[in-house]
């Protein structure tokens, strides 16, 4: 694919979801399934495979984990490299691979347990000195105001927010963090879907981008945090973690 083809088809994804608030709360799954990606890879992972859970490049699948793509498979899009020189790569779901031996190979991914993992969230809140609750919704809210208020207020800025809309934005935020979140944590979280519409109001191709970062980032971070704080939770089994953001995938170390 073509970087210039590639781009056209995320303008089109862009269009779509701020056209349909159904659609963007789709989107947030998507960044909470794949926090190690950037935003633009989120909305080429929507577009393309929007359950995917954890995807890695075709060498990364065969190197690290045995395993392979599937004949026939597609792969998702996304841009790599730097500004001065960029080119389109694809990575695949791992509901698109298979064992290269055909025996059972299974990859562990990263998954939140309420009862186990559940004082990992609340000690991240205490130590920030916010009081943290027995519902998850709040401890996900406050997470989200913890991890993101800082780039949520500058956000407002950049976007030059009139004063009584700061209130609404602010909120649609961090809604959409703990969303996204609640997702990966197998959570029914409740949005205010008229505070999506009203806020959707504000935003354009140029905006939701930076609207999409602040959120994506937020994501990582949380999750990233749950996910080292947990660790120390197991006693006799740990997570490998690879920084580089080229997978989202985890082995369990036997």
Known sequence: MRINDFWSIIELVKMDILNSETEYLKLLKVIGNNQRYDFLSQLSIYDKNPNATACAS???WRKRFNRTVTRGQKGIPILSGNNAFQKVGYVFDISQTVSVDRNMNEVRIWSFDRKKHEEALKDMIKLQSYDESDNLSENLYSLSR???DESIYELCNNLRMKDEDISSFV??????ISYAISNRFHHNYQVDMENIKE???HLDSISFMSVGSCISNACNKIIETTMTRTQNLSVKKGLT???SADYNVFNEEK
């Open 58 to 60: 075709f060498d990364m």
């Open 241 to 243: 973690k690879d920084i």
């Open 146 to 148: 913890i991890y993101a």
């Open 171 to 176: 909120h649609f935020m961090r809604s959409s």
């Open 199 to 201: 806020n959707f109001r």
